[in-house]
């Protein structure tokens, strides 16, 4: 069964399209953040369907207090462009988007201004309250967050390309129509989408094929974060790497499919996860798997906090995709196999093989072999070389 796009029933026709040829006559143009560039290609490659632009204050608040837009669409995150300095611009204006990814000045695409507010430091902290629920700087998202200008602008946009996404991952990024083709094309009836920000270890590939099994789908997409992310997290180009040699000796290729999408990680845990699950409806996913700490970072989120969000009548009332919600994974030194965790009877911690991040940090920046309980050995050598060079 096909699965429908997001709110197609709210989706209008973008303002922008009959404004294009004097946006090239415009000479204002602003530079925008990473996060907005990366929301403006969210929203150019159909992947926040059914938004046409950046929200205005009064949508913002709207989501912040309800998770609904001013027209009843459920939207968990507000998708803003706040800039630094908005005294040359007017409502009605066609502006161009500055791409902040490249020195050259070159434009992202259009930008028709709906509505300009200067945010309040109030109306800021309500907006990160409700996206990552804290105030605490030591947030990453809260941090990027309070960075920003206070010039929030609002409206349609159109795109003139996807920012470095498309030139630097030419064989991972598409956009969810190019997703939903290929579905198409290769046959896929129903899918179970797996996100990830980081390489994919022993424990993420058996908890694929539990949820493809238990979902009883037909095909896998593993589908990455391309955009920004933590100093200290892998970046997308050998994250790509990795996966693709895991996926070329431990997969069946024939019901798999490796992509990526353009958007810089928020880390804000249960409102993310809802974000996601929008992001793969939209792909023609039919399930989603949510872990125990989707989106998370830190302590700043409760174990299944990021599943349990999905209970609501608010969520299940307009969202079409299903949660496949799971423990988390590991190699259990007793039965000799990765197993999830909850499904294991008689097991200690000590029973299980878990290594942090942080740890899994510290064997590659040593030097040393990750353990092949815990990773592939392809993906080890993949990491390996990558902390290799960082070091030299």
Known sequence: ????????????????????????????SIKISSLAAAKAVMIGSDYFRPLTGFHDIEDAISICDGMQMKNKLFWPIPLLNIIDDGDRLEVGMTVNLIDPNFQDGRILGQQLIGSIHEITQKEKAKITESVFGTQDESHPGVSMLNKMGNFLISGDIALNNYSYYSEDFPETFMTAPEIRSRFVQYGFKQ???????????????????????????????????????????????????????????YFDQNKVMVSGYGFDMLYAGPKEALLHAIIRQNCGCSFLIIGRDHAGVGDFYQAFEAQEIFHSDLVQEFLKIKIFEADHTAYS?????????????????????????????SILEEGKTLPPEFARPEVASVLGAYYKEKKN
């Open 1 to 28: 069964m096909e699965i429908p796009y997001f709110g197609e029933e709210f989706r209008v026709k973008s303002k922008l399209h009959n404004e294009l040829l004097s946006a090239s006559e415009t000479p204002t």
């Open 333 to 361: 030194k007793k039965l000799g196999r990765i197993v999830m965790m909850k499904d294991a009877q008689n097991h200690k911690p000590e029973d299980f093989m878990i290594l942090s991040g942080t740890k899994v940090r």
């Open 191 to 249: 899918v179970v989408a797996f996100q990830t920000r980081n390489p994919m270890h022993r424990a993420h590939e058996e908890l694929c094929r539990i949820a493809m099994e238990e979902t009883q789908s037909d095909a896998l997409l593993i589908h990455m974060l391309l955009g920004k992310l933590k100093k200290d997290d892998i970046p997308a180009s050998v994250r790509d790497e990795a996966i693709r040699v895991m996926v070329e000796k």
